[in-house]
């Protein structure tokens, strides 16, 4: 038995005889009504969503890698064909001019040449700007970046 011999009955609630505490309190450790264990599976759900998440943001920015390379290739093949339309189209327009020359047919006709021909070249443009963008995509898939020179601290030099 822990404890300490008073005389007065006041005094048997003050220290140092407060030690009949300690064996109360080391039960308490010993008995916390599953706290630990809860903060331990708190700990592990927590560890186990930062892994999904971290798994889920690579799976991301593979699909990302991926569906720009795709779209790269794709637009390259659009490109050819389309360079290969504006081609064919500036011979016909050519030869609509020279027909033109030649009285054989109106302007119309050079006119209308010529309409296809500058949509076929704002096509070209258009799959120029969108192989522009993929490949800007890719880049930051990739993980790389630029800074604007707004962006760079003052007294650092912009590289």
């Keep these: ?8 009955a ?8 407060q030690m009949w505490s300690f064996g109360f309190a080391a039960v308490l450790t010993l008995f916390d009504g599953g706290r630990h264990s809860a903060q331990s ?26 569906d720009n390379l795709a779209a790269l290739r794709q637009l ?4 050819v064909s389309q360079a290969a339309a504006v081609s064919a189209t500036g011979k016909a327009l050519q030869q609509a ?3 033109y020359k030649g009285g054989l047919v109106t302007y119309l006709e050079v006119a209308s040449t010529e309409n296809t021909a500058l949509q076929a070249q704002l096509s070209a443009v258009a799959i120029q700007l969108r192989r522009w963008h993929a490949s800007v995509l890719l880049v930051k898939a990739l993980g790389g970046g630029w800074q604007d020179d707004k962006t760079v601290p003052s007294g650092v030099a912009a590289q």
């Design 1 to 8: 038995m822990l404890g300490y011999d008073s005389t007065q």
């Design 10 to 17: 006041s005094t048997f609630l003050h220290a140092p005889n």
């Design 41 to 66: 599976f708190q700990a592990r759900a927590a560890f186990d969503e930062q892994v999904a998440n971290y798994r889920n943001r690579v799976l991301t920015a593979y699909q990302e890698v991926e």
């Design 76 to 79: 390259q093949q659009e490109s």
């Design 97 to 99: 001019n020279y027909r």
